[in-house]
């Protein structure tokens, strides 16, 4: 284990990009309240109209930001975990077929609502937590335990978008962007008189000009990352499985749990329209079972067997990944004899799991998950 000086100085770091967002949001408040509407806009009127609009703007965008970091990732069901002396015995067991049948045996007897395997039907199990995944549950190096329905690791709020706050990330870039839209709409008038030289050159003037400049920027940069999770909402899909489908009874299927563009949208945003769009928690479910798209479907590992072979791909692409049969770290015992991913690897970058892939813009490190 690291010294705790170093833990804490990782930890530390890790909060640099949240640090530096507040920054930039601090500041553009004092941009645009004081050197712009206060100091720049004459119009008593247009200042009104200006303050009056922007602060609903600042208040969700600030509101539903805070919710995604501070939200705590969804736990794993106690009933999930292995007893001590069973996963003791998985580890020494050198066997695979034999870890397979401990795995399944346990899940049978425990009548877990297990769905998703690894390609030789076994229950994908972690390491690390030594405990059988839930559907659409993934490990997280960072955050150092099992999240329930794993999108992926964000540095910009310092947690896993998982069940319990991917609604609110997806807020949360809804409302930057609609910010930066406002703000730099409104700013544009003062942008054009400030670099034409029709409103002086004081100090003052270059927060307006910045503010219009990093508006433009940070709304560039939003709209592609908000409209792909606009598309893996729509999907029903998480950034994870976009690029590893998971694995059901009949193969690989990346759409196995889309159930129609309505009500994939209700399973994240909830029944009730009138919280659809506040940053208060409504999505369906209890994040361990989820509804699939074929009506046959059991939401019991009584009645899995083996997985029936596929040619389908594993990934979005094209991408057909090699078979495992339980889904380990790549510092345990039973990761020295397979190192591979879940359901494979990506690509040669991503071996033992390591590397990353650009989201709608962003880059996301696969690195996070195991």
């Keep these: 284990m690291a010294p705790t000086a170093v833990r804490v100085c990782c930890a530390a770091f890790r909060w640099t990009p949240v640090v530096f967002i507040s920054a930039i949001v601090v500041w553009s408040y004092y941009a645009y309240v004081v050197q712009m509407c206060f100091l720049t806009v004459d119009s008593i009127a247009e200042k009104v109209i200006y303050l009056l609009l922007y602060h609903p703007f600042l208040v969700m965008f600030a509101w539903s930001y805070a919710k ?4 705590p990732v969804g736990t794993v069901p106690k009933q999930f975990y292995l007893p001590k002396q069973d996963a003791e015995r998985l580890m020494r067991e050198a066997n695979e077929e034999t870890q397979k049948n401990i795995l399944i045996d346990f899940a049978r007897n425990s009548n877990l609502p297990v769905q998703n395997r690894t390609h030789s039907g076994a229950p994908r199990y972690c390491e690390k937590c030594r405990c059988i995944k839930p559907d659409r549950c993934h490990h997280c190096s960072v955050c150092g335990t099992c999240v329930l329905k794993m999108d992926h690791h964000c540095p910009w709020v310092n947690n896993c978008v998982g069940f319990t706050t991917y609604k609110f990330f997806v807020m949360f870039l809804g409302y930057a962007l609609l910010y930066c839209i406002y703000v730099a709409l409104t700013s544009l008038k003062y942008f054009i008189a400030f670099w034409s030289g029709g409103v002086g050159h004081n100090m003052g003037k270059f927060h307006v000009l910045f503010l219009f400049f990093v508006a433009v920027m940070f709304a560039i940069s939003l709209i592609s990352l908000f409209g792909y999770h606009c598309y893996l909402t729509a999907k029903n899909r998480s950034t994870l499985e976009s690029f590893r489908s998971p694995i059901f009874q009949s193969g690989p299927d990346k759409n196995g749990f889309s159930l129609g563009k309505y009500n994939n949208f209700i399973e994240i945003f909830g029944e009730n329209k009138k919280l659809w769009f506040i940053p208060i928690f409504t999505s369906e479910g209890d994040g361990v079972t989820f509804q699939t798209k074929s009506p046959s479907a059991s939401s019991s590992y009584q009645t899995m067997g083996n997985t029936t072979p596929s040619t389908v791909a594993s990934a979005g692409d094209g991408v057909t990944f090699p078979t495992r049969t339980i889904d380990l770290d790549s510092d345990g015992l039973l990761a ?30 696969l690195g996070n998950e195991r």
């Design 68 to 71: 995604t970091i501070f939200t």
């Design 336 to 365: 020295d004899r397979q190192r591979w991913m879940e359901e494979g690897e990506l690509d040669s970058n991503l071996e033992n799991g390591y590397g990353s892939y650009r989201n709608g813009g962003a880059e996301i490190h």
